[in-house]
């Protein structure tokens, strides 16, 4: 059983409000890819990396991330595309003998190997998983006027993240099964599995410190995770 792990940092990050793609924001003092690239590299259920990156940012993951920590679980560093579910396209064009991909946001750096470790019991069990966790808040969903036009069962409702896995075959189908129409409305992965009908998403649970850095706010965050870390390991 060969997994891939693609991971997918070609967003251009422009609520964050930078030049830099925050992607290549540092906390801690390295790149906030450097993290979940590093935890890939480490965990023994990837066998393979591809990263999906901006041409400009090649040559600086070849040789400021991949060939300087020493990652040689990275076999392939691509150009994305205009949009996300374009970049995710491309690497899964680029896999070879895969079967299971494991899709990760190159802006979420505390994925953790236990999380990777649930996502592959859940994938290979049910050939289609999104990891993510179980709101803490009651979730309105409203109408077109901004009204609450109703309120689900807060045990029912789950705050997604990635890694988001399948079976390589099930999601380049699912993909190529997508309209037009059906293509602009996906957000995540897991979408286009559950727009193409061909397979159930599992939920595997995954950690409220698995956050995406979007925003300056997510910067703060991240370095306090950071901080609590270096706490703990000295105890």
């Not at 560093?77 to 946001?105: M, N, P, T």
Request: proline share 3%.
């Amino acid at each position: 059983m060969k997994i891939t792990g693609i991971i997918v940092a070609a967003g251009q990050g422009r609520r964050m409000g930078t030049q830099v793609q925050k992607q290549f924001l540092e906390i801690g003092g390295r790149p906030v890819l450097y993290y979940s690239m590093a935890c890939f590299q480490k965990s023994a259920v990837i066998d393979e990396i591809i990263l999906v990156t901006s041409p400009d940012r090649i040559r600086f993951c070849q040789e400021e991330i991949v060939d300087f920590y020493g990652m040689d679980k990275v076999v392939k560093i691509v150009s994305g595309g205009k949009e996300r579910r374009d970049s995710v396209c491309e690497g899964l064009r680029q896999c070879e003998g895969a079967d299971y991909v494991f899709i990760h946001d190159g802006a979420r750096p505390f994925i953790t190997e236990e999380i990777l470790e649930r996502a592959r019991e859940a994938v290979t069990e049910h050939q289609a998983c999104a990891v993510g966790a179980p709101v803490k808040d009651t979730v309105k969903l409203l109408d077109g006027d901004g009204f609450v036009a109703d309120t689900p069962p807060r045990e029912r409702t789950w705050l997604v993240q990635t890694p988001q896995c399948f079976s390589y075959a099930l999601i380049c189908q699912a993909y190529r099964a997508l309209d037009e129409k059906q293509a602009k409305t996906v957000t995540d992965d897991a979408m286009a599995v559950e727009l193409s009908s061909l397979a159930k998403v599992k939920m595997a649970l995954g950690d409220y410190r698995n956050i995406k850095i979007t925003t300056p706010e997510d910067l703060a965050v991240a370095e306090s995770f950071l901080a609590a870390e270096k706490d703990l390991k000295k105890i």
